[in-house]
């Protein structure tokens, strides 16, 4: 599918895993919400948040084997060209940052603590870069790690400007 002059790996496998991360998403965000102490429905946004992640990421685009696709910039001046013209241009840049958005947020909102939201938002694209690189159709991409991130992030600080003005609100 086509979306913001990119193509979004939209497949059978994406829809399934999507359908059951959606499935599960109150059960486990009332299970983190007991067993953790977080809030249940960020708990719920949080692993809807996660299955959409998971969705579009790591299911499989195709039936070419994965590649190795360029998992480090060759240079320092690639750090600031590659989001911008490699992995779908400004438009795939900006849905890999909307993707991560809400689920750096309501891990935020949840846990009640920015530094596991961060450490999520940190470690998870690293994982799905490196996962990338054996699955059918997908390719590791170093600009889809910093806008992953950089969109995480930008949802940890919309969490804590929430959860901040939330506080202030209930005292």
Do not use: K
């Amino acid at each position: 599918m086509e979306l913001l002059g990119t193509h979004v790996p939209i497949s059978w496998s994406s829809l399934l895993v999507l359908l059951c991360g959606m499935l599960l998403s109150h059960p486990v965000g009332r299970w983190l919400a007991r067993s953790l102490g977080w809030r249940r429905r960020a708990s719920v946004v949080a692993w809807a948040g996660l299955s959409a992640v998971v969705a579009l990421t790591v299911t499989p685009d195709g039936v070419l084997p994965g590649d190795q696709g360029h998992c480090s910039p060759g240079e320092i001046a690639q750090l600031w060209s590659e989001p911008l013209h490699g992995s779908g241009g400004i438009g795939g840049g900006m849905l890999n940052v909307l993707l991560f958005m809400p689920l750096g947020a309501a891990l935020v909102v949840a846990s009640g603590r920015a530094w596991i939201a961060a450490s999520v938002v940190v470690v998870l694209p690293v994982a799905i870069e490196v996962a990338q690189r054996s699955i059918p159709g997908r390719m590791c991409s170093f600009s889809d790690y910093l806008t992953n991130t950089a969109g995480g992030l930008l949802g940890i600080v919309l969490g804590v400007l929430v959860f901040t003005r939330r506080s202030t609100v209930d005292h």
